[in-house]
């Protein structure tokens, strides 16, 4: 999809601020814009994937998936639970005989997003969440820095700044000396 077509709506235009705002490029090859398909890319670095950058899809279908993190496509829409049913059978003299009792299985239903601009919508909430937000240190110009390390240099760091504080209280009240 073109700029000249994410301007067209007020919503697809604050999907294009928005996709401004972090970064985001359409990468959609002309097949994938024919077929109904939008592909972004992250400005973030792929752990699993020799640090490539991270691709996400929306699709006609009402999927929206992540390209390229994982052996396949996974999904990433939103699910429910569904219960199937299924006849419960034993063996009678060498025949399988139906019991008339009935085995239940829970399974996972994605949840199809059929309008495209709430697909879109959708894929930017959840990049903002799952990318941006929990991988925050997932730098596309740097290295991974796992969360553990991050915060125990952050701690000295701040011990270091402690050691030279300087404070007087006078009457209950606490002053900074510099």
């Known amino acids: 999809m073109n700029r000249k077509q994410y301007n067209s709506d007020p919503r697809y235009a604050k999907v294009l ?5 972090l970064g985001i490029m359409d990468v959609s090859t002309t097949r994938q814009s024919k077929n109904g398909t939008i592909t972004w890319r992250l400005p973030i670095k792929n ?34 639970p569904r219960a199937e049913y299924f006849k419960d059978y034993k063996w009678v003299d060498d025949k399988q005989v139906f ?6 299985y829970i399974c996972k239903e994605r949840i199809l997003i059929p309008i495209e601009i709430d697909r879109l ?3 930017i909430s959840y990049c903002l969440k799952n990318y941006y937000i929990k991988h925050a240190n997932f730098v596309a110009d740097g290295e991974y820095v796992p969360k553990w390390r991050h915060e ?27």
């Open 17 to 21: 601020e928005q996709m401004d705002l």
């Open 47 to 80: 752990q699993y994937k020799n640090g490539k950058l991270i691709e996400v899809a929306s699709f006609k279908t009402g999927y929206v998936r992540n390209n390229n993190s994982g052996y396949s496509n996974y999904q990433l829409n939103k699910c429910r």
């Open 99 to 104: 019991t008339g009792k009935y085995n239940k």
């Open 152 to 178: 125990h240099e952050l701690r000295q760091s701040r011990e270091k700044d402690r050691v030279g504080d300087v404070s007087v209280t006078v009457n209950g009240q606490r002053y900074k000396v510099i």
């Open 121 to 123: 919508e959708y894929l």
